[in-house]
C-alpha cells in the first residue's frame, strides 16, 4: 500500500464553512436559470429581452436536442476510450521507430481549442476546402463532424490517464500468467483490463461530460444539441428558452455525475503498489507497426498537422491579397491578463476547500460540491450568472449588471464555477504530501501560524500550487463560452477573436489570431509534460 502523511489537525467549523460557501457556487446559475423560466422580467430585455416564443417552444425542442447531444457524448466517448487506451499501450508496451516521438505529439491536440480545429476541418474537410475539393466531400456540418472533431480533442485525455494507470501497474502477476502458458490476449483481458478499467471509466466520464458541455465546436459546426441551442436562445434574446435548455442540460449530465462521483471514490479506494516494476517494452509486428503508424497519423494530422498547415494558408492567402489584418496586441495582452488574472482567483478560492478537505470529517461532501460545480456547462454558467445580475438590479441595484461586468467581477465568477475543480485537485494532492508532522514539531518549538505557513506549508506546497495554476491558465486561455458572455465591455480576447472573425468570413483574421492563441497553448502544453508522469 501507499502510505500517505497522517492527517494533521481537523479543521476549524468557520474554515468549513467558508469551504462549503464556495463548493456550493454552482448553485447561484441555477437559481439564475429558475429566476428566467419564472418572470417575463424586462431588466433582462437589457441583455436577453423578452420573446414571444417561451418555455412552451423550448420544451418541445428539449428532447430531440438531449437526444442528439446523448448521441454525440456517447459516440466520442466509445471512440476516446478506443483510441486513448491504443496509444497508451503503445506508448507504454510497444518498440517501434519513432514511438517516443509520436506518443509525445500525439498529446499535443490536449493544446487545441475544439472551436479551432472546427473551424480548420470545416473550411478544409468541406467542398472547396483543400482536402475535400480533390475528394468531392459533402458539407462539413452536424453531428458526424462534431464526432470527427471532438474525439481528435478528447483522446489525449483517455491517453494520459491510461497511460498513468499502465506505468503504475506491476508486471508480476502478468510474467506469472505467461510461465503459466497464457496467451498475450489472455493476459491482458484477464490481468491488464481489469486493473486498467477504472482509468478507463474515469477517463470516458470525463471526455462524456466535457462533450456535453462543449459549445465552441458544436457551434462552428451548428450541430444542433443543447448547448448550441442555448446560446442561439441568448443571442435571439430569449431568455426563458435559454433557461429551460440550461436546465434540460444540467437534467442530462445529473446521472453521469452522480456515476462519476461514485466512481472516483471506489478508484480513490483502491490498492497501490509501492515500487511497481513496470513492464518492459516489446518490439511490434509489421502489421502491427503499420496499425499504430496509421493511428498516429489520423491523430496527429487532424488533430495537430493539418490546423497548423490551413492557418498558414489562411494567413498566406491574406498576405497575398493584400488583406488588412487587425492588431493583435491588444488581444493578446487581454487574453494574458485575464487568464492570469483568473487563474489567480480561482487558485486562491480552491485553496480553502483543498486543505478543509484534508483536515475535515466529512472530507466527501467538499470533494462532491466541488465536482459539481465545476461540472455545469460553461454556457450554462454564464447564462445563470447573466440573469441572477440583471434581476439584482432590477431589485433597485442600480449599475449592479455594468458594475460588476466591467470589473471582471462575473467573468472570474464565472471562471471560478466552471473550473474550481482543476485548482482544488492540484492543491489537494499538495496539502496531502504535507507531513503535518512538521508543523506539530515547528509547533512545539514556539513557531507562530505566519512563521509555519512560511517555512514549512508554503515551500511544500508550491510545486502542486504551480502546476495547478499552469494548468489553469492554458484552460482560460482557450475557453470561449464563460468569455465570449461576461468579459467586460469593449475587451476583445483571442478566443472572441478568432470565434467572431471566422464567424463573419474573415479568414485571414481568424487564422493570424488562431496562430497566436494556439502557439501560447502548445508553449503551456509543453510545459505541463514535465509534471505528467508524476501526476
Known sequence: MIDRPRAGPRARPLPSLVALAIAGLAVVPLIGLTIGIRQDTPAADVLLGASSAGPGRALADLLPLAANTLLLAVAVTALSVAGGTALAWLEMRARYPGGRVLAGLALLPLAMPSYLLA????????PGGLVGRPLGLPVFTGIGPAIVVLTLVSIPYVHVLAGAALLRMSVAEEEAARGLGSSGWRVFRAIVLPRLRPALA???LLVLLYVASDFGAVAVLDCPVLTWRMFQAYETQNVARAAVLGLGSLGLIAPFLAAGLLLQRRVAALPGVANPRGAGQSRLRPAAAAAAYGLHAVVIGLGVALPLITLARWVGAGLTHGESFAGLGRPLFQTLLLAGGGGVVVLLLATIPAWVSTRARWTWLIDHAVYVSSALPGILVATGLLIVALAVQRAGWDGVYLGARQACLLLFAGYAMRYLSQGFSGLKEAFLRLDPRHEESAQSLGAGPL????????PAVAPGAAAAYLLLFLVLVKELPITLMLQPIGVQTLSYRVFDRYQ?????????????????????Q??????RRHA
Open 526 to 531: 509543453l510545459l505541463t509534460l514535465r509534471w
Open 451 to 458: 512563521r509555519r505557513l512560511r517555512r514549512i506549508v508554503l
Open 202 to 204: 474515469l477517463g470516458g
Open 119 to 126: 473551424g480548420v476541418l470545416r473550411e478544409t474537410l468541406g
Open 504 to 524: 463573419e468570413a474573415f479568414l485571414h483574421d481568424a487564422g493570424l489570431a488562431g496562430t497566436v492563441l494556439l502557439g501560447v497553448a502548445l508553449a503551456g
